[in-house]
């Protein structure tokens, strides 16, 4: 494990549990590039939280997920064209916002075969998916739920990050 310095409240060190957690839509992603990062990453030695392996059975999945951004010492956001239709990656964006500039933690996007310009303004293609969102909002906490989402996705796309496009050997 890799140690990690206090945070501003503890004056005890933390240990990470993981190296690097990976969020991405899975249906764009899974079988294609995330998963050859998976391995790619597992392969040189680092331990990397990704859903499908690492979730335990019968524990509810939201609060594992939030706990393991917690827990990881980088994230890497695999932004692809339907990660924002899912509100299960969009809070993930959130809580790994949060943890950048709470706790300090590396964030690194990535952004496959989409426009870091169309996350940036969630114009392009996310411009139907936050319309959706938008008529999608019947109360007062939806309606600031999807303005965090905004926030995160502007700041997520302001990082400095890699920009792949979808090609056969990419």
């Known amino acids: 494990m890799i140690g990690h310095g206090a945070s501003s409240s503890s004056s005890s060190s933390k240990l990470w549990k993981h ?23 597992e392969g040189k030695g680092y331990k990397t939280f990704i859903d499908e392996d690492d979730l335990k059975r019968g524990e509810e999945i939201k609060p594992e997920l939030l706990r393991a951004i917690e827990e990881s010492r980088i994230s ?44 940036r303004k969630q114009e392009g293609s996310l411009a139907p998916m936050f319309q959706k ?3 999608d909002i019947r109360k007062k906490a939806k309606r600031e739920r999807v303005e965090q989402w905004r926030k995160a996705l502007t700041e ?5 990050g890699y920009d792949l496009k979808n090609t056969e050997n990419g």
């Open 19 to 41: 190296d690097v957690f990976l969020s991405f839509r899975g249906e764009d992603t899974r079988k294609g590039f995330t998963g050859h990062l998976h391995q790619a990453l």
């Open 76 to 119: 890497i956001i695999v932004f692809s064209k339907r990660y924002a239709d899912s509100s299960w990656c969009l809070d993930e964006l959130v809580k790994i916002m949060e943890c950048r500039s709470e706790l300090g933690q590396h964030v690194l996007p990535i952004f496959y075969d989409v426009e870091a310009s169309d996350i």
């Open 133 to 135: 969102h938008e008529e």
């Open 156 to 160: 997520a796309a302001n990082l400095s």
